[in-house]
C-alpha cells in the first residue's frame, strides 16, 4: 500500500513569503496584519486537508547585506515580523481538524512563561498544537536581547537540550494525571497533593514554581525541529516528533532521511516514530504551459536586493560586493561554497552565474520546485515521497493565497484519486491525528522520564545536577 502523504503549508506572520513578490497584484501577505488573512487561509487549508498550518518566525533583522538592514527593510525581508502565536485561537476558532505548528526560540525565551503559553494554547485547540524548537542564528536578534552576540552554535543547542528538561518538568511532572477533579459539591477544584513544585538549577536556567496551567489535551505539543548541522541532527534525533529536512533533489534528502532514522534509532527511539518532512514549492495550474507561464510571471517580480539581503544573513556573510554576472563559483567563504554546492545541485549541467542563482534564490529559495499540471506534480510528489523515504512535505508559497488555492483545488483530488491523500480528518488531537495513538507523548520519548509515577522517583522535583547523573546520551 503507499505510503499517505501528510501536508503542512508554510507561512509567517510578515509580508511576503519571498523577496519581492508581495507587490504580485495576486499577492495578498499585505494583509498579515489582519486577522481575516488568517482565518481565511485557516479555511482554505482545512477544506484540503492539510495536517497543519506551519508559522515560522524569527527575531531580529538581516542587517549583514551592506552592513545595515536597509535592504531588508525596502524590500519587506521577513520584516515587519509580527508575534505568531497570537494567530492561534482565531483560527482554531473557525477550523476543527487543521493544526498549528508556530515556531518558538529556545535562546530568548524564559522557559516558564513560555510553558505556560503553549499549554494555554493546547487547550485553546483542542490538543491541535505543535512547536518547531529553534535556537536562533541572527546576531541582530542576540543584540536585541541585551547580549553582545550569538552564543557559539553547538552552545545554542547544549541550552536548548536544558531549555527542554525544564519545559518537560512543567509539562508532564508538575501535575499528575488524576490532580483535576472539578468537584463542586466538594468545592475541590485540584488535589494540592498531585499538583508539584518543580525546582530547577541549571547552567543556564533556575527556576521554582507549579506549572501555571492544569494538564493540557497533549501536556506537551507535538514538537517539530529542523536542524540541518550534526549537532542540529542529534538534538532532533532526541526530541523530535516531526522532522524537517530541505534538499535540492530526492537522492541528496534521502541521505539525510537515512541520516536521521540512524540517530533516532541511537537514542533508544523507533526510526519510524518520526515523520520527516521536506521542504518544497509547487507551481501547479491546469496545464503544464499554464503553470510554466505563470511561474515566468513570478520571476518578473523577484527582488535581486531582497534576496541578497535574506541570502547574506542565512550565511552571515556580506555580498554586497559580488558582481553578480560572474560565474557561481567557489570563493573564500564557506558559506559561499555551500550555496555554490546547492545550485550546482538543483541543476548540475547549468552554467550558474551569481544573478541566475540569486534569482531562481529570490522566487524559490534553495527549495526545489515542481512545476505543471495537477497529474505532474502529484507524481513528481510521490516520486519524492518513494525515492527520499519521506513522511510529507512542507508546502511553501510564492504568491499567496494563489498557490494555495491551486494546490487544494487541483493537486489534493489528483493526489486522492491516486490512493495517496486521506480524504477525511482523523479524529483527536495532533498526535493522534499524526501517530494513530494515544494524546501523549511515548514512554520511549526522553520527557517521559519526568512523569510522575508512584513506581519512579519525583523526577520533576529533582535539579539539573542530579538529572545530569542520568546516562549521557539521554542529554
Known amino acids: 500500500m503507499e505510503k499517505q502523504i501528510r501536508l503542512n503549508a508554510l507561512d509567517m506572520n510578515c509580508v511576503g513569503g519571498t523577496p519581492g513578490l508581495w507587490p504580485h497584484p495576486a499577492d495578498e ?17 482545512e477544506r484540503g486537508l492539510f495536517d497543519a498550518l506551519f508559522i515560522a518566525d524569527i527575531f531580529g533583522v538581516y542587517d549583514v547585506y551592506a552592513g545595515d538592514a536597509g535592504a531588508a527593510f525596502r524590500n519587506a525581508v521577513e520584516f515587519p515580523v509580527n ?24 535562546t530568548y525565551e524564559p522557559p516558564y512563561s513560555f510553558a505556560r503559553r503553549l499549554s494555554t494554547l493546547d487547550h485553546l485547540t483542542g490538543g491541535r498544537l505543535a512547536w518547531n524548537i529553534v535556537t536562533g542564528y541572527l546576531d541582530s536578534a542576540a543584540r536585541a536581547f541585551g ?15 536544558e531549555f527542554m528538561e525544564v519545559v518537560y518538568k512543567l509539562w508532564e511532572g508538575s501535575w499528575e ?23 530547577h538549577h541549571g547552567h543556564y536556567f533556575r527556576m521554582e514554581g507549579y506549572h501555571l496551567c492544569e494538564p493540557s489535551p497533549q501536556r506537551t505539543p507535538i514538537l517539530f525541529q529542523a536542524g540541518a548541522s550534526a549537532r542540529g541532527r542529534r538534538f532532533a534525533a532526541r526530541h523530535a516528533e516531526c522532522v524537517f529536512v530541505s534538499g535540492s533533489d530526492p537522492a541528496a534528502v534521502a541521505q539525510i532521511t537515512r541520516d536521521v532514522r540512524a540517530r533516532v534509532r541511537e537514542e533508544g527511539r523507533d526510526p519510524e516514530s518520526v515523520l520527516i518532512f521536506c521542504a518544497i514549492v509547487v507551481v501547479a495550474d491546469e496545464s503544464g504551459r499554464a503553470a510554466e507561464a505563470k511561474l515566468a510571471d513570478y520571476e518578473k517580480h523577484a527582488s535581486l536586493e531582497g534576496s541578497l539581503a535574506l541570502l547574506s544573513g542565512y550565511m552571515g556573510v556580506d555580498l554586497s560586493s559580488i558582481d553578480l554576472n560572474d560565474p557561481l563559483r567557489s570563493r573564500e567563504f564557506d558559506a559561499i561554497q555551500s550555496c555554490v554546492d546547492r545550485f550546482s545541485r538543483i541543476d548540475p ?15 524559490a529559495g534553495y527549495k526545489p520546485m515542481l512545476v505543471g499540471s495537477p497529474e505532474t506534480a502529484a507524481d513528481g510528489l510521490i516520486r519524492w515521497m518513494r525515492e527520499a523515504d519521506l513522511d510529507g512535505f512542507n508546502l ?7 498557490d494555495f488555492e491551486a494546490f487544494v483545488e487541483l493537486v489534493i483530488p489528483e493526489l486522492q484519486r491516486k490512493g495517496v491523500y486521506k480524504t477525511a480528518y482523523a479524529q483527536g488531537t495532533l498526535r ?4 494513530g495513538r494515544g494524546p501523549r507523548l511515548p514512554a520511549s520519548h526522553p520527557a517521559a522520564r519526568f512523569r510522575q509515577d508512584q513506581n519512579a522517583p519525583n523526577l520533576a522535583r529533582i535539579s539539573s545536577e542530579e538529572s545530569g547523573k542520568l546516562p549521557r546520551n539521554s542529554r
Do not use: C
Open 432 to 435: 493522534e491525528k499524526m501517530f
Open 83 to 106: 508575534d505568531p502565536w497570537v494567530l492561534l485561537p482565531a483560527m482554531a476558532l473557525v477550523t476543527e481538524h487543521l493544526s498549528f505548528g508556530v515556531t518558538g526560540t529556545a
Open 349 to 363: 549541467h547549468r552554467k550558474w552565474t551569481f544573478r541566475d542563482a540569486v534569482s531562481r534564490f529570490g522566487v
Open 177 to 199: 494525571d488524576d490532580a483535576v477533579r472539578r468537584d463542586k459539591a466538594a468545592r475541590v477544584f485540584a488535589r494540592s497533593e498531585k499538583i508539584h513544585k518543580v525546582r
Open 396 to 402: 511553501e508559497y510564492i504568491v499567496n493565497p494563489g
Open 147 to 161: 547580549r553582545n552576540g550569538q552564543l557559539p552554535h553547538d552552545e545554542r543547542y547544549e541550552m536548548a537540550e
Open 29 to 45: 501577505t499585505l494583509r498579515y496584519n489582519q486577522l481575516s488573512y488568517w482565518t481565511g487561509l485557516a479555511k482554505l487549508l
